[in-house]
């Protein structure tokens, strides 16, 4: 279930956060509004308590009885987290777009490579390259916020230990759970490191 | 007919204005070297020229057309107009046969085939064709500035803008890179060459301009800047680059 939950989220995760990213970066005055409204998205989600949006999603929405609106826990409990860690994976984009070198945006577009090619083909690969470690970061979160989907019902791994710890009143399970996360953790973290290390060969 | 004309070019960056008003025109097929000190305008001019800089008064006409009237496609006009900076700017990420097919495929829409033919033939040309498949950061300096001359060459353009293309080499390294532009120059190319190499805008150019705080202080051909400039600031520029050695 945790792992479910968080692959689902991960794949909208990386495009929402993207394109909040891509939004955020357009000039001019004519795209102020979009800019200002991904900006206050960005402000509110990383502002407010994870639990707190899947608590609002898991109870609030169902609760509203809106007809068509799914009611399952599990589906709403990955939209808040998609929204939250959108709005962090955001950032780590943005600053990836921040740190390609004015210059290669100019030698694109000196190339007759439109704004969009040029975003597409020049810097968002690179941006991205960089930005894989601080990325995966995010995600290692992630993993282990998939715990607090529990809160509002769906029985995943953390919920079922509760489960077990009431029952038997014997605290093993919780420190079951916990390895288990950490299990999940570990293979993800040492894959950061590997690609830190790559990319720091590749560049000498 | 010419083949860039400026007429009262004034550019600012906030409130320091960096070009007053600059008149320059190139006749097609000619190579005009602009001199002066770091801080005169130079790259800030030729940035103009190929509008990645917006100018804030006057009208600079390429090949016949005002490119600075409003409305006109700034990516059109860049098609036909290459550029190659101090700091080569090569893609990183990409080979040097993508970086220099990119723009080809991706703007003027040719097949990969087509595209990739063209690049090695100018690979080929400029000695640079075992290179194709290696990343930028695998080359020299030199090799890398010959690969982004090439990138610009394979938009076929009318008219390159080379601004000070040698000033980041080994000076071991120049020779190659200036021998590339000397082939470009034999080979009928108009060129607008911001450099600080005076023996080689010596020996190319048919007209050199001195840029001193923003203006064309001084134009003539190279005998007459170099040999018997009229200002005084222009004799004592050059005096300064001959006590540095450089001339």
Known sequence: MNIKIFLIAEAFILIIGLTIAILRSLPGPVFFPVRLLMIVYTDFFRGVPTILVIYLFGFGVPALAISGVPRSEFVWGIVALTLVYSAYVSEVYRAGIESVHPSQEAAARSLGLSKTKAMRFVVLPQAVRRVVPPLLNDFIGLQKDTALVALIGPVEAFRQSQIEVAANFDYTPYFATALLFVALTIPMARFTDWLVAREQRRRR | MSAVELH?????????????????????????????????????????????????????????????????????????????????????????????????????????AEAEADALELLVRFGLVERAGDYPDRLSGGQQQRVAIVRALAMRPQLMLLDEVTSALDPELVGEVLNVIRELAAGGMTMLIATHE????????????????????????????????REPRTRQFLQRIVQAGRL
């Open chain 2, 8 to 112: 009262g070019v004034r550019k600012s960056f906030g409130e320091e204005e960096v070009l007053h008003g600059i008149d320059l025109g190139v006749e097609e097929h000619q190579v005009v070297c602009l001199i002066g000190a770091s801080g005169s305008g130079k790259s800030t001019l030729l940035r103009c020229v190929n509008l990645l800089e917006p100018i804030d008064e006057g009208r600079i006409v390429v090949g016949g057309e005002e490119v600075t009237a409003p409305g006109v496609d700034a990516d059109r006009v860049r098609r036909g107009i290459g550029i190659v900076f101090q700091a080569y700017n090569l893609f990183p990420h990409m080979t040097v046969l993508r970086n220099v097919t990119l723009a080809p495929r991706e703007v003027l829409g040719k097949s990969k």
């Open chain 2, 198 to 229: 005076m023996g080689f805008a010596r020996e190319i150019a048919n007209l050199v301009c001195f840029l001193d705080g923003g203006v064309i202080l001084e134009q003539g051909p190279p005998e007459q800047i170099f040999s018997a400039p």
